[in-house]
């Protein structure tokens, strides 16, 4: 199975931080965010990978190379400018293949598991479930979730289950791009809510460590907690 990091964002909330650094190779307990991710997909047996980029890419590129030095291999899909999320993806895939693949947002951190994403990805297919979701309690910061887990982990968008927030980490299936162009800038809300509509996007809830990188004081926060003696 592949997975694709997102890396291309311009991370304008993190600035002046990311006016020389793309926010993915922002560090926070003395490695880049990115790194936790390869590691984590790499302890789960992922090692095919995919990398957009965007803003300082080629930083991106420099830092992480062929992707060896984690035991891993990286493909890179540059854009000239940030295709959002399901735009990023549909360049991305001719790299990402015709099989389910998961994908994680560069920005955030979390001590998923990985290897149960995997499993679920392996349970999507065209003309079924399309995409499955992790999703966390509601931060402060977002105190009105984006979606609804059912009790049998479908997810929905018509105010029922227990409205949660995604956490930026997902499985999809090729066919929930069909029809988008590979140049063209689209957002995933829009695509998972047409899916969620017709019942074929599931879900499972994730409790533990979970953070959206996305102002430097959540920065600054997760470097002091992934730096203390217990973490």
Known sequence: ?????????RGER????????PKPLLAAGGKPL??????????????????NHAHLGQMIEAALGDGS????????????????????????????GDAPFIVING?????????ALRTAAT????????AHLLL????????AGDFGLLPNGQVCDDGTGERLTFA??????????????????????????????????????????????GTPQRLAELDESLRAPSS
């Open 168 to 213: 930026g980490l997902g499985a999809y299936h090729p066919a929930l791009f069909a029809g988008l162009a590979p140049d063209q800038a689209a957002k995933l809300a829009p695509l998972l809510r047409a899916a969620m509509a017709a019942g074929h996007v599931t879900g499972a809830r994730h409790d533990g460590r979970w953070v959206d990188v």
């Open 69 to 96: 030095a984690f035991g891993v291999r990286i493909r890179y899909s540059p854009e000239g400018s940030a295709l959002e999320t399901a735009g990023g993806i549909a360049r991305a895939l001719p790299l990402l």
């Open 107 to 115: 920005d955030v951190f979390a001590d998923a598991d990985i290897a």
């Open 1 to 9: 199975m592949k997975a694709m990091i997102l890396a291309a964002g």
């Open 123 to 130: 349970g999507l297919a065209a003309g079924g479930p399309l």
């Open 136 to 143: 966390v309690p509601n931060p402060a910061h977002h105190p």
């Open 14 to 21: 993190m600035r002046p931080l990311t006016d020389t650094c």
């Open 34 to 51: 990115i790194a936790w991710h390869i590691e984590r997909l790499a302890a789960a047996g992922i090692v095919e990978l995919v990398i």
